[in-house]
Each structure stands twice: as C-alpha cells, then as structure tokens.
C-alpha cells in the first residue's frame, strides 16, 4: 500500500488561509477514512479532523473548531484541510493519514502516514 502523499503547506500571515492536499495513488482512497493532524514544534502530534467513508466529519482539536474543515473530492482521489483565520498557533507539520477502521482521535489507529507539509503563520 502506497504512502499518502501531503501537500500545499506555505508561509502565511495571521488571518491567512490554506488549503492542504492528501491524496495517494492508490483508487481506494475514496472508501477510507482519513485523518488530518498537526505537528508543533517539541510538541506532540494532534489529531485535527478526520472524514469517514461516508463523509461524515469529526473534529477533534477545539483549536481548529469553526475554522478548519475537511473535504473529499472523489474525481481527483484526494482529502482537503481548508484552514481560514490562521494563528501563529496553527504552525507546524501537517499529516494525513487513515484510520485503519473508523475515525479516532488516537495515532495508534492510523497508519500510512505522509510525509508532511509544512505550514508557517506569521507576519
């Protein structure tokens, strides 16, 4: 089973926006539930958000609450975090990865993690 692959992290300012991609190669990206998480320097990885095959959605950061989301797009096999009204706080490493039986808040449960993206906010 292929990596998943991350995507689209920048330097942004306070109050910016972002749209991260995952996506693999693999075609059954769409039956899997998938998870975005953050990384903050010397801190340890959070789950953010996570999507499940049905689409349905979970967040699990209170940080991110009302200001992250997370999308699937079926014809181009890839998950979005859109993240508006960035903070200073949201910088770090982003990850995708998926669940290996529905969406939890909890690494052990997730595998086929990307590389990362780096995501820096600040003026």
């Known amino acids: 089973q292929s990596q998943f692959v991350e995507s689209g992290g920048d330097l942004v300012q306070p109050g910016g926006s972002l749209r991260l991609s995952c996506t693999t190669s693999e075609s059954t990206l769409e039956y899997l539930p998938i998870g975005w998480w953050r990384q903050a320097p010397g801190k340890e990885r959070e789950a953010l958000l996570c999507i499940d095959s049905s689409n349905r959605t979970t967040t699990y950061a209170d940080s991110v609450k009302g200001r992250f989301s997370i999308s699937r797009d079926y014809a181009k096999n890839t998950i979005y975090l859109q993240m508006n009204v960035l903070k200073a706080e949201d910088t770090g490493t982003y990850y995708c990865?998926?669940?290996?039986?529905?969406?939890?808040?909890?690494?052990?449960?997730?595998?086929?993690w990307g590389q990362g993206t780096q995501v820096t906010v600040s003026s």
């Open positions: 990865a998926t669940s290996w039986n529905s969406c939890s808040r909890y690494r052990r449960d997730y595998g086929r």
